[in-house]
């Protein structure tokens, strides 16, 4: 009676390197390998027992296997980690999106990254916008978008009181940094409006 060696033609037919193999693995540890050899060597046929070299082979095989699914592991843990550390840089940074269906163009000081459950981090924005990273055509610091404000009439809401939020607009006419490092716009009418605070341009 002819016994089929399970291991090997695993094996022959997904060879380690595979794309299919590494899927049929998933999940699987080198303990579970393991016990899939030893019930095969278990079950052989005792007039034809696996060979030294085949049984060298099989296990070189599964530690194969194993070490190309902890790579693939680490490597995806490590793009993540990369992918969340470039976009944190945004944070603080005054961002602008590509012109969208209706022809609006979003803008704002990026204060915070969302990832969704696919991995794509989203821009949060003080004005309440989320933006995609897909979306940004370009990334300034905030004083250089608020310079680039310059001659340029504003709307925004004055948020520095939650409790009594006030709509302020105006002609910019100068640009400053208060205290806490919070870039200003200076207007015509003798008012400023925080950065973070613009609603509108035009």
Known sequence: MELINP????????????????????GLDSQDFFKLLITQLTNQDPFEPTGNDELL?????????????????????????????SVSTLIGQFVTGIPGADGVVDSGLVIGIRFRETGQPMLQLANGIEMSLEQVSTIQ???????????????????????DPDIVDGLVTGVAVDEMG?????????EDLRLRDLVDVS
């Open 7 to 26: 291991i090997s033609t695993s094996l022959a037919t997904n060879p380690p390197p595979s794309s299919a193999a590494n899927s049929a693995v998933t």
């Open 57 to 85: 082979r099989q296990i070189s095989s599964i530690r194969e296997i194993e070490l190309s699914t902890t790579l693939t592991d680490s490597l995806r843990s490590l793009t993540g980690q990369q992918r969340f550390t």
């Open 141 to 163: 610091s905030p004083v250089t978008a608020a310079q680039a404000l310059i001659g340029r009439n504003v709307v925004g809401i004055d948020q520095r009181d939650p409790k």
């Open 182 to 190: 919070e870039t200003m716009l200076e207007l015509d009418t003798g």
